[in-house]
């Protein structure tokens, strides 16, 4: 694949940091995943990263299917990520109450391809505009979706850590997935927990899918981010992924 990107996690001003991040990136095709753990002290910070271990572990079994039914191999693929969390839980009781978000971007040459679970977004943008984002599966997603709340004061909304759906290794899936057309040239796709898009304004995001923007930018908005966060910010991690 002919990609350029980078990706950057923060702790935050938190105690320890329960995103995780993963990728893959070859001739055939590239995976990137975000997951923002839930629950306790330590059991969100093992449910994302086992999340991202188990996804990683069947990318090569389930992209050699994708060719036939690429929503109905990516479902199976999270039953499978899901059940390997199961297992690297063993009969730890943590595995209960251990949650994460997700969000799983698949490209090749003919589609792209996502899955998401609760407030970790995909962005897929070009110089001009943002093209779409994926919806949250959260309260105050349902109030802007009414016409009740803006798109950019979700963030401050008191309801805003109200997810609707999350992952868990002890229930099927709910991921919402979505096939679209294949990654045109020049076009950049961000994926980001929330402690990244929470405090970041729209013509910044945007200044991540000018054709001069790269790294530096990226790494410039998550120390941003971590800042406006005023002594309390989330962690904060960001994926950037664009078509060369």
């Known amino acids: 694949m002919n990609l350029e990107f980078y990706q950057f996690t923060s702790i935050g001003d938190r105690e320890i940091n329960q995103d995780c991040m993963a990728h893959i990136v070859n001739d055939a095709y590239a995976l990137f995943i ?15 990263l086992f999340f991202c271990q188990g996804m990683l572990g069947f990318a090569e079994k389930y992209n050699k299917l994708m060719a036939g039914s690429p929503s109905a191999t990516i479902s199976a693929w999270l039953v499978d990520a899901v059940n390997e969390m199961k297992r690297l839980f063993g009969q730890d009781r ?3 109450q251990a949650c994460t ?6 490209i090749d040459k003919r ?18 505009r943002i093209l779409w984002r994926t919806q949250d599966h959260s309260v105050v997603q349902q109030l802007v979706n009414q016409g009740e709340l803006s798109e950019w004061g979700m963030a401050q909304h008191p309801s805003q850590n109200q997810l609707t759906c999350s992952i ?7 991921a919402e997935i979505c096939l679209y057309p294949a990654m045109e040239k020049g076009e950049t796709f961000v994926l980001c927990s929330d402690g990244f898009w929470g405090n970041i304004k729209q013509h910044e995001l945007l200044q991540l899918a000018q054709l001069d923007s790269g790294k530096a930018e990226l790494s410039k908005l998550v120390r941003l981010m971590i800042l406006r966060g005023n002594g309390k910010s989330d962690n904060v991690t960001a994926q950037w992924i664009r078509c060369l």
């Open 34 to 48: 975000v997951a923002d753990g839930l629950g306790g002290h330590l059991a969100g910070e093992k449910a994302s």
């Open 94 to 96: 943590a595995a209960e």
């Open 101 to 106: 978000t997700c969000a799983v971007l698949y």
């Open 111 to 128: 589609f792209v391809l996502t899955a998401h679970c609760g407030d970790t977004r995909i962005y897929r943008m070009n110089p001009q």
């Open 168 to 174: 868990n290794a002890l229930r099927p899936p709910g």
